[in-house]
């Protein structure tokens, strides 16, 4: 933890094609250093011009030097309000941290093509790539569009675009994702977030998919909602007993344990059990009567 809460997460250090090319370039740029200052002792006069040339010769080196090592050296900074994210010298971008909507770590299926040095900065449709490596890659999804500078993968001539989600390298994905969790509602194992609202759609959906098929079966194809066209109960031979009531509802219960283990919709998930419970038993229960 650097000072003012912030907190730095490097990108590089374990992308090991940067660290070649760093490593390798570092002792050409010191032969050269010495190769062109001899050249200029010889060629240069001696006095005030031989001074001011070992002065911009050194400079220059220095500053190539600075740029190289700080490949290897780049990283995310994350404070209270903002999420600094850096590539080297190449990319830069701030976002605050109410434009971000979920972080997740995500295995992409496919990658733009890399550079000569492993490194991959590019715009796919929406999505921007931020990446030294094929690994350890967290995928940021944004509530709005913002835009950033960066070529598009099939037209490098386009210079920016906007995009809604990022990905990028973290060397350290497990404490990022941590320190992400407090700010930002994060994707997975390790933490669900989100408001009341957005629980209680996502545990309804989910029991949803595990008991409307049941439903449907019993010969009303009204349920969360939906009324579909379905076949009379006498016509389906489907045993409409309190058996299969109560098959249902221990679907439902099994769906709602599911949903239980993310601490952020456990609530919710009881009480969607409960009301589809409830409502799938008078469902059964009307069709029973009617056949």
């Not at 006095?47 to 600075?66: K, M, N, R, T």
């Amino acid at each position: 933890m650097s000072g003012q809460g912030k907190e730095v997460f490097s990108n590089t250090r374990k992308s090991s094609s940067v660290r070649q090319f760093v490593f390798g370039l570092l002792p050409i740029i010191c032969i050269e250093f010495i190769v062109v200052g001899v050249i200029i002792y010889i060629f240069v006069p001696k006095g005030w011009p031989l001074l001011l040339a070992f002065a911009l010769l050194f400079s220059l080196y220095l500053y190539a030097a600075i740029i190289f090592t700080f490949m290897i050296r780049s990283a995310h900074i994350l404070s209270a309000d903002e999420l600094y994210l850096r590539m080297a010298s190449w990319f830069k971008c701030r976002l605050p941290i109410s434009l971000i909507a979920a972080v997740e770590q995500y295995p992409p299926s496919s990658y733009p093509k890399t550079d000569m040095i492993g490194v991959m900065l590019a715009k796919e449709g929406e999505t921007l790539y931020c990446l030294s490596r094929k690994s350890d890659v967290c995928r940021i999804q944004l509530t709005e569009p913002v835009m950033v500078k960066a070529p598009a993968a099939e037209d490098r001539k386009s210079k920016r675009g906007l995009v809604r989600e990022i990905l990028i390298n973290v060397d350290d994905p497990e404490r990022f994702m941590q320190r992400m969790s407090g700010l930002a509602a994060v994707k997975g194992d390790l933490y669900t977030n989100g408001s009341t609202e957005s629980n209680v759609r996502v545990a309804a959906e989910s029991i949803e998919e595990v008991v409307l098929p049941v439903a449907q079966t019993s010969g009303r194809g009204h349920f969360f909602g939906r009324d579909e066209a379905a076949l009379p109960v006498a016509h389906t031979g489907v045993d409409t007993t309190e058996d299969t009531v109560g098959g249902v509802a221990g679907a439902g219960e099994g769906a709602g344990a599911i949903l239980a283990d993310s601490p952020g919709i456990r609530s919710c998930a009881t009480v969607s059990v409960e009301h589809a419970g409830a409502g799938l038993e008078a469902e059964v229960g009307g069709a029973a009567s009617v056949g």
